[in-house]
């Protein structure tokens, strides 16, 4: 099955496209597919957001769409950034705009307390209105400083519980072996099969 994927992300296109294509399914952009829309992500939850953006550009695309809206949820900042991952530096900041207010927000703040987790919501959404959601979580801690120099958003500060290494200091497919998003597409993936 071919999906267009919902995102002007080309770090979240690449890795929605690496999961999903051994799993037998295609990934378009939304060039690819002609789709010029940008939806206003107004929803409270990070379902919500992607559901939002799966609507667009469904409906704008004519065919299958997958949308992933993602963050980090802190423990000692509320659950902050949160859904306001992307514009937590403000609308045009750079992820090293981001890490570096993360990490002042979180100075004093001692290891045992930095727990936080990367949330997935991936909504599917087809032309016919059927429609799946699902969700993935990885647990983990924010670092004192960053390491690492793949992956990106948050990726070289996120410390992931399994490994005790960023998300930037893993190989793509280590990363999607335990990443939240890697979590929720594999769901994806199996609830795609269940309605086959």
């Known amino acids: 099955?071919?999906?267009?994927?919902?995102?002007?992300?080309?770090?979240?296109?690449?890795?929605?496209?690496?999961?999903?294509?051994?799993?037998?399914?295609?990934?378009?952009?939304?060039?690819?597919?002609?789709?010029?829309?940008?939806?206003?992500?107004?929803?409270?939850?990070?379902?919500?957001?992607?559901?939002?953006?799966?609507?667009?550009?469904?409906?704008?695309?004519?065919?299958?769409?997958?949308?992933?809206?993602?963050?980090?949820?802190?423990?000692?900042?509320?659950?902050a950034p949160g859904i306001y991952s992307a514009r937590y530096a403000g609308e045009h900041a750079t992820?090293?705009?981001?890490?570096?207010?993360?990490?002042d927000a979180l100075s004093g703040v001692p290891e045992e307390k930095r727990t936080a987790r990367f949330v997935s919501a991936i909504c599917c959404l087809f032309p016919d209105g059927r429609e799946i959601a699902v969700e993935g979580v990885c647990e983990g801690r924010v670092a004192f400083e960053k390491d690492g120099a793949g992956g990106f958003g948050y990726d070289p500060v996120?410390?992931?519980?399994?490994?005790?290494?960023?998300?930037?200091?893993?190989?793509?497919?280590?990363?999607?072996?335990?990443?939240?998003?890697?979590?929720?597409?594999r769901a994806l993936a199996e609830a795609l099969a269940q309605r086959d």
């Open 95 to 103: 992820d090293d705009d981001r890490i570096a207010k993360l990490l």
């Open 158 to 185: 996120f410390i992931e519980a399994e490994t005790g290494k960023t998300f930037a200091a893993l190989s793509g497919g280590e990363k999607d072996a335990c990443s939240h998003r890697g979590r929720a597409l």
């Open 1 to 79: 099955m071919t999906f267009v994927a919902a995102t002007g992300n080309a770090h979240k296109l690449t890795e929605i496209r690496r999961i999903l294509a051994p799993l037998g399914h295609d990934v378009i952009s939304q060039r690819e597919a002609g789709v010029y829309c940008d939806p206003e992500e107004t929803g409270e939850t990070f379902a919500e957001n992607a559901r939002i953006k799966a609507e667009a550009v469904c409906k704008a695309a004519g065919k299958p769409a997958v949308a992933d809206d993602s963050g980090l949820c802190v423990d000692a900042l509320g659950g």
